[in-house]
């Protein structure tokens, strides 16, 4: 089964052909961050405007990269939420078109569940239910529990700012560029080369000891801000306080998730969404688990599908397949991961 996935729920504009959920015939991405570079962050309306701009070539090159006709494909796959609704609306329409046009059903689909698939799309080896998911984004935060395909307990999540987010903000306080996750993760890499054996303590680790899975983060963004207001800082200072707002999230999303694992003994760990694509997260996260929970199978995918791309989308819809009429379908910018409106 060939899905063509359509994603636009951001500053992404991405289509990909998957075959059975698993196999990547094709997955182009084209993304508008250096637009909102210039802007320091997203203006949600210049983000659709380049949306309606790329989504015909993009799909055009999906097809074209698959070597497949419209004919064959199967069923397509989009992103109904979350989102930034307009950026969401591109996606939509136009799946809604395709559908129309080539006479095939539509599949919506839930950008934040989605995200997990792309740990069926790595690997030789399948992840096994039950499996822990921590699925960290731009703007969400969650551990999920999955019994089996569609069958999602949420565990635990973010009180106030995401992890990527505060990655985002902490970032544009130092003065580095958006997106700041890559941004400070490079600034980090320097300190920590010319450190190696420096401990990164110094700022909070907000509600690491409560006996729960949730995260907050926007202590962390105020606490940049006090150390930095007023401040004129140099090159090293700048790398420093990098390195030490990537440890605080990194420590405080370990430290939980390792907790979940402890308690919900799954047999594997997944870990997906943009910032799984931090070097530095994915090390700390392999030492740990494997120090304390050997037996586990822990995937994180490759970081060009951890970042939002439409084969996860696709894959999603192949293991979740509900189609529904093409009038039936809407865009739902405040979606949750287990599917809440
Ligand atoms: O999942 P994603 O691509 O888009 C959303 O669905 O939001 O996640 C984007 C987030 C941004 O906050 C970005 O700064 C962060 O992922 N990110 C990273 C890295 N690459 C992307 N955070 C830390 N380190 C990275 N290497
Ligand atoms: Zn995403």
């Avoid at 990909?16 to 508008?32: D, F, K, M, R």
């Avoid at 822990?132 to 999540?157: F, R």
């Avoid at 997260?281 to 392999?286: G, M, S, V």
């Amino acid at each position: 089964m060939d899905i063509l996935g359509i994603e636009t729920s951001c500053d992404e504009t991405a289509a990909a052909v998957v075959e059975n959920g698993t196999n990547i015939l094709s997955n182009v991405v084209a993304s508008s961050a250096e637009i909102h570079a210039e802007t320091g962050g997203i203006i949600p309306e210049n983000a659709a405007r380049q949306q309606i701009k790329s989504i015909v070539p993009v799909i055009a090159s999906a097809l074209e990269k698959a070597k497949i006709k419209s004919e064959k494909i199967d069923a397509i796959a989009v992103t109904s939420g979350p989102g930034l609704i307009g950026s969401l609306l591109v996606g939509i329409e136009t799946a809604k078109t395709l559908s129309l046009l080539w006479n095939k059903p539509i599949i919506p689909v839930n950008h934040l569940s989605a995200h997990i698939y792309a740990n069926w799309l790595s690997d030789e080896k399948m992840p096994e239910f039950p499996a822990l998911a921590l699925v960290v984004s731009g703007g969400h935060t969650d551990i999920v529990l999955m019994k089996s395909h569609g069958k999602l307990e949420w565990i635990g999540g973010t009180r106030d700012d995401a992890a990527g987010e505060a990655f985002d903000k902490t970032a544009r306080l130092l003065g580095l560029p958006y997106p700041g996750g890559p941004a400070i993760s490079i600034e980090a890499e320097k300190y920590i080369t010319k450190n190696p054996k420096m401990k990164l303590s110094f700022f909070p680790r907000p509600i690491i000891n409560e006996r729960n899975y949730d995260w907050s983060f926007s202590g962390l963004k105020t606490a940049v801000l006090n150390e930095v207001k007023g401040k004129k800082l140099d090159k090293e200072e700048k790398q420093k306080i990098a390195a030490e707002v990537q440890e605080a999230i990194i420590d405080v999303l370990i430290k939980k998730t390792l907790r979940a694992v402890q308690e919900y003994k799954p047999k594997s760990l997944l870990l997906a969404g943009g910032v799984a694509a931090n070097t530095r997260l994915k090390e700390k996260f392999k030492t740990v688990i494997v120090e304390h929970t050997p037996n586990i199978d822990f995937f994180i995918p490759p970081p060009k599908l951890c970042t939002d791309n439409a084969a996860y989308i696709a894959s999603f819809a192949y293991f979740n397949h509900s189609p529904i009429l093409w009038q039936k379908i809407n865009a739902n910018p405040q979606l949750t991961i287990t599917g809440q409106i």
